[in-house]
């Protein structure tokens, strides 16, 4: 088998699972315990804090642990409202996970843009500019799209909205950290979304990378952990396996290697001339439409052929793949066409090209069928 579906979720590095079971079986203790055992958990998930900030070279801020990207983003768009004449800046671009939310804060009666999406799927930066003003309270735009591989400008963004406003600027980086180079100091934002199962680590935790708590309020109410910014007890085993992975991760070496894997790919796919390809920054996403083969049928049969790839956002509708590929400008035939293939690191590259001629080959047949 052969998976290419890794923004959706990634294989748990073995020695994370090792990493897991140590402070699952041997260091259980509660962190908020009193005694010496409690204390020194306490202290190994201090130091995952550290070794986060570290990675996303913040300089100051703080890390709130969560069960993954969706609450943090959750954290993030309500924990940031305030009661008021207050509007809220959103990208068309964004994972149900901030998109829904912002329909929600829009069905509580808060003033909420969107912003569009260029063809190549960045943001439409001066649309942006043209949105902000001093009431608006909250930006919210992806870094890197989980469904085109498209690398917003974060830099650019935050001069926009800095030089407009005091707003805050929130970003889910999922699909991009650990995965491209960058440093928060440079960004200059306020929120950070990071899930540790698209970095090889486990499913079910996450954080928040806050740059002052006092713009933010809990949303969830309970026991106080995480200075009451996120009551509940604290996933110990599974942050410690989040720093495992963490610290293994060269960025720049992944990086490099994962382009060679998508170059191969494309370079494979796109002799056959029904083939388009997306272009975009990250190269651990591809989105590809084959003309005439519908994508989900695509995808379908290639899961017989041991080939593992998605027809968009796997934790999504197939609404949310269509929102975005329509708001760049796709037409609906290749909307339905598309299908998203997704990497890692860690792929042989005699794997990709067996993968793109299987694909290839699938697609053929399917177009013939089709006719
Ligand atoms: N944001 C983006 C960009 C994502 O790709 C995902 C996962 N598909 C999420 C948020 C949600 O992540 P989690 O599964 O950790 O809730």
Same mark, same amino acid.
């Given at each position: 088998m052969i998976y290419l579906d890794n923004a959706a979720t990634t294989k748990m590095f073995e020695e994370a699972v090792g990493e897991y079971k140590k402070y699952a079986c041997d260091l259980f203790y509660n962190p908020s315990a009193f005694y010496r055992q409690g204390v020194e958990v306490l202290k190994c998930i201090n130091d995952a804090r550290k070794s986060?900030?570290?990675?996303?070279d913040a300089g100051c801020g703080d890390i709130i642990f969560t069960s993954g990207a969706t609450e943090s983003n959750n954290l993030a768009v309500f924990g940031s409202k305030r009661n008021g004449n207050w509007n809220y800046i959103f990208s068309m671009g964004e994972h149900p996970s901030v998109f829904n939310a912002a329909k929600e804060l829009e069905r509580?009666?808060?003033k909420v843009f969107f912003v569009s999406l260029q063809e190549n799927g960045e943001i439409d930066y001066s649309q942006l500019e043209s949105l902000v003003d001093e009431k608006t309270r909250l930006v919210s735009v992806m870094h890197i799209s989980n469904e085109t591989g498209a690398v917003n400008d974060i830099k650019r963004i935050?001069?926009?909205v800095r030089k407009k406003s005091k707003a805050l600027i929130h970003v889910d980086g999922v699909q991009a950290f650990n995965k491209i180079e960058f440093s928060l100091k440079e960004f200059d934002i306020d929120f950070y979304t990071?899930?540790? +199962?698209?970095? +090889?680590g486990p499913k079910g935790v996450g954080a928040l990378y806050v740059k002052n708590k006092n713009n933010l309020k809990n949303i969830i109410f309970g026991g106080g952990q995480e200075e009451n910014y996120r009551s509940g007890t604290e996933n110990v085993a599974g942050i410690m396996a989040m720093k495992w992975a963490n610290e293994q991760i060269d960025v720049k070496r992944n990086f490099e290697k994962t382009l060679k894997l998508k170059k191969l790919m494309e370079s494979v796919l796109l002799k056959d001339e029904k083939v388009k390809i997306v272009k975009s920054a990250s190269p651990y996403i591809l989105s590809v439409s084959y003309s005439g083969v519908n994508g989900e049928t695509l995808a379908r049969a290639l899961q017989d052929e041991g080939v593992l790839i998605s027809t968009g956002s796997a934790c999504s509708t197939k609404k949310a793949g269509n929102r975005i590929?329509?708001?760049m400008g796709f037409k609906k035939s290749r909307i339905v066409s598309s299908v998203r293939i997704s990497f890692n690191a860690y792929m042989?590259?005699?794997d990709i090209k067996k993968a793109g001629e299987i694909i290839l080959s699938c697609a053929k047949k399917l177009a013939l069928l089709q006719v």
């Open positions: 986060l900030i570290q990675k996303l509580q009666g808060n935050s001069q926009i990071i899930s540790a +199962h698209k970095f +090889h590929l329509e708001n042989e590259e005699d």
